[in-house]
């Protein structure tokens, strides 16, 4: 089937649509996602506040996440919420075009981003806090859209809508859905989700790559010419190849990078001796350059949040989703399960930070400028 057909069916598009509540035994259909919304709350509010139990336990199907603290315990289910929506939206899509799903395993497909802390926006100097990824996004979404207000007498040629987010120099041109989709890189806003896996992405076609590159019978006919890395699509040799290129380079060190963005964040935590958030626990000397980095941090004063194992007879916890994802990889998911191999003595090595250690140390290698360690492609 030709993408090119397949990106047709833009925001524009009428999909019908309708949102399925997964807490619990819970079957209630919902046409309009506000509603939807309102009912998932109804279950937040049904768990009392008096509990003789300490734990909070997600009630979302196939989610084995528990908290003792009731915000981040919240803040998670409402996270489902919006993830469900984005799965609904992308079944809908599926459905209308009669695209076939993609071949991951489905049983995963509700284990969802970990959620550390609240949503923070630093949009000027704002700084408002939510628990509800929805709310979240909808409020910087509205700092966007007043933007194009205060502008709206300026003439479309001379009309600059400048992004407002700390750090942020980007300055959009015409119309305010332009900042809108910038925002997104900030917010990390995603448009659709995969039904079958979950996965989420920030583009309709991105989404259709994902199911096609998975294909039974599709071949990989495109080919990377630095890696001999092969892919299903065009588009998705395009956005490899440009992990291979580093355009930007840093005006104080000699490190480059594959974006602004990424050359951003290589100043801003090495170069900058400023660490203007600090930690407000009493022996605590944490100090970060970013807010939303001392709001990760703050977790580790607090009550402890678990995600559990999802396996039969394993008994695994984490504190960290991330950890969670990869003890399921290397016990469960995969008989081969991916490894970093030195290609000098031939060890391997489960983490890329440890094949980095082992390469300085053993063979006497030099990180690249301003970096911390190597990466592999």
Request: proline share 4%; net charge positive.
């Amino acid at each position: 089937m030709n993408l090119a057909k397949l990106r047709r069916f833009g925001n524009k598009t009428r999909l019908n649509v309708l949102y399925n509540c997964e807490w619990a035994k819970c079957t209630a259909l919902f046409e309009d996602p506000a509603m939807y919304k309102d009912h998932v709350e109804l279950h937040l509010l049904s768990v009392g506040e008096n509990k003789k139990s300490s734990e909070f336990r997600c009630l979302w199907d196939l989610c084995k996440f528990s908290s003792e603290d009731r915000n981040s315990w919240t803040r998670h289910v409402r996270y489902h919420c919006y993830h469900s929506k984005l799965m609904t939206v992308g079944d809908s899509l599926r459905n209308q075009i009669n695209f076939p799903r993609c071949t991951h395993d489905s049983e995963q497909r509700n284990i969802i981003p970990d959620t550390p802390h609240d949503f923070l926006c630093e949009w000027d100097e704002c700084g408002w806090k939510t628990n509800s990824i929805l709310d979240f996004f909808d409020h910087v979404n509205t700092h966007g859209k007043l933007e194009f207000e205060f502008s709206r007498d300026v003439s479309k040629r001379e009309r600059k809508l400048k992004c407002k987010w700390i750090g942020c120099e980007k300055i959009s041109t015409g119309k305010p859905c332009t900042l809108i989709k910038h925002i997104r890189s900030h917010t990390s806003e995603k448009k659709v989700a995969c039904d079958n896996c979950g996965a989420m992405f920030i583009h309709n076609s991105s989404f259709f790559d994902h199911c096609k590159r998975q294909l039974i019978h599709n071949t990989m006919e495109y080919s990377c010419l630095h890696c001999f890395r092969s892919f299903a699509t065009p588009r998705l040799l395009k956005t490899h190849i440009r992990l291979h290129v580093n355009c930007h380079k840093c005006h104080l060190c000699d490190m480059t990078c594959p974006s602004l963005a990424h050359l951003t964040i290589h100043i801003r935590h090495r170069h900058m001796d400023e660490r203007p958030f600090k930690c407000p626990f009493p022996q605590c000397t944490y100090a970060s350059v970013l807010q939303r980095d001392l709001e990760t941090h703050k977790e580790i004063h607090g009550p402890r949040q678990f995600y559990e194992c999802t396996q039969y007879d394993c008994n695994f916890q984490s504190c960290s989703l991330k950890s969670l994802k990869r003890h399921e990889s290397l016990k469960h998911l995969s008989p081969h399960p991916k490894v970093y191999l030195c290609d000098v003595c031939g060890r391997k090595y489960l983490r890329g930070d440890s094949i980095s250690v082992h390469l300085k140390k053993a063979h006497g290698y030099k990180l690249p400028p301003g970096s911390s360690r190597f990466f592999y492609r």
